[in-house]
C-alpha cells in the first residue's frame, strides 16, 4: 500500500516538473463582493448605508471540475460563515448555507459558460436584520473550507 501511495506521489511530481497537470482538483474562488442594504436580480443595487438589513453578496467563479462536482453530486455547498468583533477576536455569530443546487438548465448554463470562458459565475447573498452596531466579517466556504477571495473584496465592515 505505502509503494502505491509513493508511487502516485511520484508521478505527480514528475507531472508537475514537466509542466503537465496532475489530476486538476474542483476549484471556487469568490471574484467579487459586496456590502448592500438591498439585492436586486441577483445583483447589489445600493452600497450599504447605516440602515438594516445588512447583505453579504458574492460573485463565485468556478472551474470545469467543481462543474463536475456539481454534475456528479447535484450540489456545491457554498456558507457564508458571519463573524462579530468580540474584544480582540471574532466570534461566529452565524452560519448561513447556500447550496448551490444543479438542474438541467443550470448544468446547460454553467456548461456553456466554461466552454467560453473557462469557468462559470454563481451570485449569491445572505442577509441579517437588526445588527448591532459592531465590526463585521463574512468568511465564504466551500465544503467546510475557506473559498479563495482571488479579487480584493472588503468582507469586513463596521456597522453603525
Not at 465544503?143 to 473584496?153: G, L, S
Amino acid at each position: 500500500m505505502l509503494k502505491k501511495i509513493l508511487f502516485y506521489i511520484h508521478l505527480g511530481s514528475l507531472l508537475n516538473f514537466f509542466g503537465l497537470p496532475a489530476e486538476a482538483a474542483p476549484r471556487l474562488t469568490v471574484s467579487e463582493c459586496a456590502w448592500a442594504n438591498a439585492i436586486q436580480y441577483h445583483e447589489p443595487v445600493s452600497p450599504y448605508t447605516a440602515a438594516a438589513p445588512l447583505y453579504f453578496w458574492t460573485k463565485i467563479q468556478g472551474n470545469a471540475e467543481a462543474l463536475e462536482v456539481l454534475k456528479r453530486k447535484r450540489v456545491l455547498l457554498v456558507e457564508h460563515i458571519w463573524q462579530r468583533l468580540s474584544g480582540t477576536r471574532f466570534r461566529v455569530v452565524d452560519q448561513i448555507r447556500l447550496p448551490i443546487r444543479a438542474n438541467e438548465e443550470l448544468i446547460n448554463g454553467f456548461e456553456w459558460e466554461v466552454k467560453e470562458r473557462g469557468f462559470f459565475d454563481w451570485r449569491t447573498f445572505s442577509v441579517k436584520q437588526n445588527l448591532p452596531s459592531d465590526y463585521w466579517k463574512v468568511r465564504v466556504y466551500y465544503n467546510r473550507r475557506p473559498i479563495r477571495f482571488e479579487a480584493y473584496c472588503e468582507s469586513e465592515i463596521w456597522t453603525e
